[in-house]
Each structure stands twice: as structure tokens, then as C-alpha cells.
């Protein structure tokens, strides 16, 4: 596609279910990031990918967090046993994967725990 | 990667132009600065960046002192579209992730 494209738009969940956000980022694009942002805040790193490969998961909160790229492409971040303290904006990004290229970002899953 | 410092929030008369300050004292030899932005809700866009040298392209300019401790983004012609929170960052010329702050919210009035 001609974007970033992440699915679904809107997940809402009750607390205690686990949820998976997935991105699909540009095609040919090595690099995927994950964010997450609060309103009125900036986004906050979780995780990148170069390729199949979790290059740092350094943001990720705990280990109720976790990302995956298996093929290289898409890339779907699961969240287990959700809390009310996990509702955000969760935003995926994609560059060439060179260390100056710029990222593209794409809409994002608004995510609420209720 | 090293902190940026910005105002949290600025304004600017439409049709002049926007100067954004960002200070970034702890700057190494091979981090370069990057400029974002966020209009409302969408997701970040990118501006420009640069490691030295004074930069320009469509969207703004970018100068970075001599000593690489501060820079300025310069919308020249601010519109009301440029309205939105403008983001300051540090990143290794190695590439990995951006590490965004609380940036700084530019309002353009008419």
C-alpha cells in the first residue's frame, strides 16, 4: 500500500482479554517501530525490527508486551491480560531501514480497557 | 541518546515566519537532529534533520550552532495548517529508535 496501514482502527476489550494490533508497513521498508501514545503526551518508544529481527524491546513495560515480525512484513504487537492503565494510541512506524532514513508513521489502533 | 530541551508551547501570526528552538547540550560527535511534527491526531510527520551542516528543504530550514548544543526550525511562511505540536530529537547516525519528548506546541493565528 501506499502507507503504513495498522488494523484494527478502534479495539475496545475488556480487562483481563488479550489484544493484537497489527501493522503492515510500506512495502520494502526493513525497519518497524511500535509506539504507543496518552493523550497530550508525546509517543513513547516499545520496539523495533530490522527485518525479522527485534532490534531493541527495550520500551516494552513488561511482559505482558510482546512483538512480532516473523516474515519480515507485517508485524502484530500483543498486549495479555489487558488493564485499564494499557488504554492509548499504539503506533506503528516503517523506514528503508538505513540509519538516516526518516520514519513513516500510520494512523494507529486507539486501544480501550475497560 | 541525548535529551532535547524545547518551550512547550509558542505562537505565531500567520504569513510570518516560525522559529523553533531546541536545545540539545549533551549532543555527541554522531548523533544527528531530527524534527517531526503532529498535527492533532495523526500520526508524526517527518520534517527535516541534519548533522552539521544548515539544512533546507520544501517544508523548513534547519541551523544548528557551531557547537551543535542548540538548533532552530524555521518555518518560513507559517500557515495555519502548521499548527501542531513540533518535536525535537537526537539520533545516532547508527539508526534505532527516536525517543520523542514533550515537543513544542505551535499555534499559528490568523
Known amino acids: 500500500g501506499a502507507g503504513v496501514s495498522q488494523s484494527p482502527r478502534y479495539k475496545v476489550t475488556k480487562r483481563g482479554q488479550d489484544v493484537a494490533l497489527r501493522c503492515d508497513p510500506i512495502s520494502g521498508h526493513v525497519s518497524l517501530y511500535w509506539y504507543r501514545q496518552a493523550l497530550g503526551q508525546g509517543p513513547e518508544f516499545l520496539t523495533y525490527f530490522n527485518y525479522e529481527a527485534q532490534q531493541d524491546k527495550s520500551g516494552l513495560p513488561n511482559d505482558r508486551f510482546s512483538a512480532e515480525r516473523p516474515e519480515g512484513s507485517i508485524s502484530t504487537l500483543t498486549i495479555q491480560r489487558t488493564e485499564q492503565r494499557d488504554s492509548a494510541m499504539y503506533r506503528c512506524?516503517?523506514?528503508?531501514?538505513?540509519?538516516?532514513?526518516?520514519?513513516?508513521f500510520g494512523s494507529g489502533t486507539q486501544l480501550s480497557v475497560l | 541518546d541525548a535529551k532535547t530541551t524545547q518551550p512547550p508551547s509558542m505562537d505565531c501570526a500567520e504569513g510570518r515566519a516560525a522559529n523553533l528552538p531546541c536545545n540539545h547540550s549533551?549532543?555527541?560527535?554522531?548523533?544527528?537532529v531530527y524534527w517531526y511534527r503532529q498535527i492533532h491526531s495523526q500520526g508524526p510527520q517527518y520534517i527535516i534533520h541534519?548533522?552539521?551542516n544548515n539544512e533546507t528543504n520544501e517544508m523548513a530550514s534547519l541551523i544548528i550552532t557551531e557547537d551543535r548544543k542548540s538548533s532552530t526550525l524555521i518555518l518560513p511562511h507559517a500557515t495555519l495548517r502548521d499548527t501542531a505540536v513540533y518535536y525535537c530529537?537526537?539520533?545516532?547516525?547508527?539508526?534505532?529508535?527516536?525517543?520523542f519528548g514533550q515537543g513544542t506546541e505551535l499555534s499559528v493565528k490568523p
Open positions: 549533551t549532543i555527541s560527535g554522531n548523533e544527528y
Open positions: 541534519g548533522l552539521k
Open positions: 512506524a516503517s523506514s528503508l531501514g538505513a540509519e538516516y532514513e526518516k520514519l513513516f
Open positions: 530529537i537526537v539520533r545516532s547516525t547508527e539508526g534505532g529508535k527516536l525517543i
